[in-house]
């Protein structure tokens, strides 16, 4: 069929047309439906559908990591208890504020066993206290020679409390080596200081409200 034939098509009578025609324009208007249901319907049904599809991913996976963390449970309550244990241990090698004497004694005693002089053995008059702990900072200057200082230094961490030489400073003299260092001692706050400890955190929170 030539173009004059389709021209001489009568719009108004598509039921005489010749076959090739009409399946033409039914082929048209099929394109025109698909056409405008995407556009006015279809598109938007398939944007809601990959919406879900992204939040079903978004759950799947929100499933996933939480059926791992239950899987993991018992073993992450076993490192609970654990860390639990070793802070309890550590906790024991804390002493409390009737044994801050005897400390600061082995301190002192660790140094004269040693052969050491003290110059200066000088306890802090305060404490620096954290969370459930006090920290006692304390000045010492030493003097003897390089050996006895070593093993000084290494009595002091065989402690059965925990001590720490911090700041450092080693000199000598003609005759000997001079340290000076600030020793820390920790003991743990008793029940009475822990609960004013919680009344002042909680004074201080509610002031910033």
């Known amino acids: 069929m030539t173009l004059d034939d389709l021209r001489r098509l009568d ?13 033409g324009l039914l082929a048209l208007t099929l394109l025109l439906i698909v056409f405008l249901s995407y556009w006015f319907d279809w598109q938007h049904q398939l944007a809601q559908i990959e919406a879900e599809r992204q939040k079903e991913e ?6 996933l990591d939480k059926k791992k963390r239950a899987i993991d449970l018992p073993a992450y309550r076993q490192q609970l208890l654990d860390i639990e244990k070793q802070f309890g241990a550590l906790l024991k090698q804390l002493p409390g504020r009737s044994e801050m004497d005897a400390l600061l004694t082995d301190v002192n005693q660790a140094g004269l066993g040693r052969g050491l002089q003290f110059e200066l053995f000088k306890p802090s008059p305060t404490e620096t206290l954290r969370d459930f702990y006090a920290e006692l900072p304390i000045s010492i200057k030493v003097t003897g020679n390089y050996h006895d200082l070593g093993a000084f230094a290494s009595d002091i961490g065989k402690l059965s409390r ?9 000199s000598s003299t003609k005759e000997t080596l001079v340290l000076e260092a600030t020793a820390k001692t920790f003991r743990y706050l008793d029940e009475e200081e822990l609960a004013q400890q919680r009344k002042a955190a909680a004074a201080a929170k509610g002031g910033k409200k």
């Open 11 to 23: 719009p108004k009578k598509v039921g005489s047309w010749p076959l090739m025609p009409k399946l």
């Open 58 to 63: 978004q759950l799947r996976t929100a499933f």
């Open 162 to 170: 925990i001590v720490t030489l911090n700041d450092i400073n080693l």
